[in-house]
Nanobody, 127 residues
């Protein structure tokens, strides 16, 4: 059974940077696409970034392109989200998730295709 544990949340000023981490276990991490999603207070969950198993094929939401970078370490079963130039609208709970399809060749943006989720880590960007 997949287990995902996010960490790295907190409080950061606008324009600042933050890095989130997600530790994965219970499945063959290196064979799956991994994704980051977020949910702001009172809003639905939205896609942020995803990364195929090769660590090179990535997708980003338009709102974070050029500011966020997703990466992974298949030897350590970790996925990361480096966030720069943070803005108040980036505030929310961030979740990592594992894609449902074995093979991990497509960095999907569709949350319905992710079937295991972490508990989330929260951070707030102050203006």
């Amino acid at each position: 059974q997949a287990r995902l544990v996010e960490s790295g949340g907190g409080l950061v000023q606008a324009g600042g940077s933050l890095s989130l981490s997600c530790s994965a276990s219970g499945f063959t991490f290196r064979m799956y696409t991994m994704g980051w999603f977020r949910q702001a207070s009172g809003k639905g969950r939205e896609f942020v970034a995803s990364l195929a198993r090769d660590g090179r094929s990535a997708s980003y939401a338009d709102s974070v392109k050029g500011r966020f970078t997703i990466s992974r370490d298949n030897a350590e079963n970790m996925v990361y989200l480096q966030m720069n130039n943070l803005q108040p609208e980036d505030t929310g709970v961030y979740y990592c998730a594992v894609h449902e399809v074995y093979g991990g060749q497509v960095p999907s943006m569709n949350s319905d295709e992710y079937d295991s989720w972490g508990q989330g880590t929260q951070f707030r960007v102050s203006s």
